[in-house]
């Protein structure tokens, strides 16, 4: 019963590095969604996806890209990371936002770019 | 478009204490809100969900109530224990349906 799970945990990058962080969900959800949380910010939405192969862009999808090509697995790229970048990042997946099911969070990945 | 506050920032309360979470949002027109609770270095996990129709839930401790009228829901912790200690959140399907809008949070701290 894992519910969302995001990988990595944590991670150091350099200015200019690329690298792809994964969220897997096991409850066949539909929406999936990635977001970004500093402090006195909030948490701001960069992308989702409202099904596979599906993908929109979020409040803040400057610098990043996702896919979605399998319904459990949403993926968010960083092409070339930025200290603006830096930050903790979670997943959340929902069956859909009209339901009475609850969005489900993952831990977060804590993204620091040097 | 939505916009979710949160009432107080931060609350400090003594252990045992009643007390009571502000979400207040602008469009009245909403399907569902989420009662979140997020501790230090984790995640959100959901503590309760109020559809559109109902006036509130209830789940131990805590109960939340919703008046789409007003834009307000509240969120009460009964008897508060220092393990209620963590960031509570609301959040509402934004118009379009296909996302959510989070409130900025209430940091609750509840001494022993």
């Known amino acids: 019963n894992a519910g969302v799970t995001q990988t990595p945990k944590f991670r150091v990058l350099k200015t200019g590095q690329s690298m792809t962080l994964l969220c897997a969900q096991d409850m066949n959800h539909e929406y999936m969604y990635w977001y970004r949380q500093d402090p006195g910010m909030g948490l701001r939405l960069i992308h989702y996806s409202v099904g596979e192969g599906t993908t929109a862009k979020g409040e803040v999808p400057d610098g990043y890209n996702v896919s979605r090509l399998k319904k459990q697995n949403f993926l968010l790229g960083l092409e070339s990371a930025a200290p603006s970048q830096t930050s903790v990042y979670f997943c959340?997946?929902?069956?859909?936002?009209?339901?009475?099911?609850?969005?489900?969070f993952g831990d977060g990945t804590r993204l620091s770019i040097l | 478009k939505q916009e979710v506050t949160q009432i107080p920032a931060a609350l400090s309360v003594p252990e045992g204490e009643n007390l009571v979470l502000n979400c207040s949002f602008t469009?009245?027109?909403?399907?569902?809100l989420q009662w979140f609770r997020q501790d230090p270095g984790k995640g959100l996990t959901s503590l309760l969900l109020i559809q559109s129709s109902q006036r509130e839930q209830t789940s131990g401790r805590l109960n939340a109530s919703l008046d789409k009228s007003s834009g307000r829901s509240t969120l009460y912790i009964a008897a508060s224990q220092p393990g209620d200690s963590a960031t509570y959140l609301c959040a509402i399907p934004d118009n379009y349906g296909q996302n959510f809008v989070f409130g900025p949070g209430t940091r609750l701290s509840v001494l022993p």
């Open positions: 469009d009245s027109a909403i399907y569902n």
């Open positions: 959340a997946s929902t069956l859909d936002s009209y339901s009475n099911q609850p969005q489900h």
